[in-house]
């Protein structure tokens, strides 16, 4: 079982199942929620459970075209979650594992909407 937090503790989750290799996102909602980009590992949401709430608040947008909704611990900031209605994973910050993860970066996604300040990897 894989376990996860945010820097503070006020939020923390388990997932009893597979986790997704890691997809690093460069699109511009996530360039700007996480402040470059988002390093993102996956669960089937049977398989997510968080069990730690006390700081957890979601964020909706309604211009995400996936209609995604963000997850984040309001008592200390960590961007955490990204989870569509349209998916039976939730995406969870590679970042807040627990290591050791065992998990690789599998790929770059959205790399044409990448911070102009540096050259992404391509796709
Ligand atoms: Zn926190
Ligand atoms: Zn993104």
Not at 23 to 51: K, N
Not at 108 to 122: E, M, N, T
């Amino acid at each position: 079982m894989a376990t996860g937090g945010c820097l503070c503790g006020a939020v923390r989750y388990e997932v009893r199942g597979p986790l997704r290799d890691v997809l690093i996102c460069h699109c511009t909602e996530c360039r700007r929620w996480s402040g470059h980009l988002f390093a993102a590992t996956a669960a089937a949401r049977a398989d997510f459970h968080v069990v730690g709430e006390r700081g957890l608040r979601w964020i909706a947008r309604a211009e995400s075209d996936t209609g995604a909704r963000r997850g984040f611990c309001c008592e200390c900031g960590t961007s955490l979650f990204w989870d569509s209605p349209d998916r039976d994973t939730v995406s969870i910050a590679a970042g807040s594992l627990d290591p050791p993860t065992g998990l690789r970066v599998m790929g770059h996604v959205y790399v044409g909407q990448a911070g102009d300040y540096y050259d992404a990897p391509l796709g």
